[in-house]
């Protein structure tokens, strides 16, 4: 170690960006803030920061989090964890962006995190954020990169990916629960996957795969009147990680 030189490399900083997405509105929607500060001022963005020394990446997308929406958050199975007592959105580790441009500052290579949580609240902005929104994704991202709206940095290929991770990982995991409450009905799930999606699902052969599937949904003992008509049935988040057979995704 004595040998070793720090300066004879190029010194680079490391952000976290998240993609934040809920369902408002029957809308899979994402959290933007709009850029107070050079670069891309005025742009849009995902929710993020400079990870500081003394912190871990989690921590740093956890922090980030809290500081954007007020949540904590809990890391999926496998991944870094968050910290004790961590509950209220689902994280995991998304995908590295590192192309030696994405950011005319300095060389800045950004881990990003995909965040899940059910009707999150009207978001407030904070540190260099002049405001913040959520947006449908369906209008961000277009049919085509042409069609979106343009975000700052590499933000349009971040959310992109994670939307997709999303999209795909709700056909063969537990994760839709993640959108919702503790208790739902399965009637309150089916409307996720059909915001995530994009599609419309058939209520009958939902019920039936999904209350069939061993695992996925377990009964509560309650039961809601608050979607109107006759009273359904409450569930919670079964044990399962992986759904056998999936819940493929149809074509849209």
Known sequence: MSRYDPSAFPPFAVTVDLVVLTV????????????????????????????????????????????????????????????????????????????????????????????????????????????????PVSELLGESPA???????????ILADGVERARSKIEYSSLATAFCPPEFTVGELRRVYEAVWGVALDPRNFHRKVTGTPGFLLPSGGTTTRQGGRPAQLFTAGGATVLNPPMLRPDS
Not at 69 to 94: I, K, M
Request: hydrophobic share 40%; with cysteine.
């Open 24 to 135: 408002r509105d029957h809308s899979l929607c994402a959290l933007l803030v709009r850029r107070g500060e050079p670069p891309y001022q005025g742009y849009w963005a995902l929710p993020g920061g400079f990870v500081r020394p003394d912190e871990g990446l989690a921590e740093a997308a956890s922090r980030e989090l809290a500081e954007e929406t007020g949540l904590r958050a809990h890391s999926a199975p496998g991944h870094e964890a968050v910290g004790p007592g961590a509950a209220g959105a689902h994280l995991e580790q998304l995908a590295t962006y590192g192309h030696p441009q994405r950011d005319p500052r300095m060389r800045v290579v950004s881990v990003a995190y995909l965040v899940l949580a059910p009707d999150l609240p009207t978001p407030r902005a904070g540190g260099d954020a002049s405001s913040a929104r959520w947006a």
């Open 147 to 157: 069609d979106g709206v343009p975000l700052a940095f590499d933000h349009g290929l």
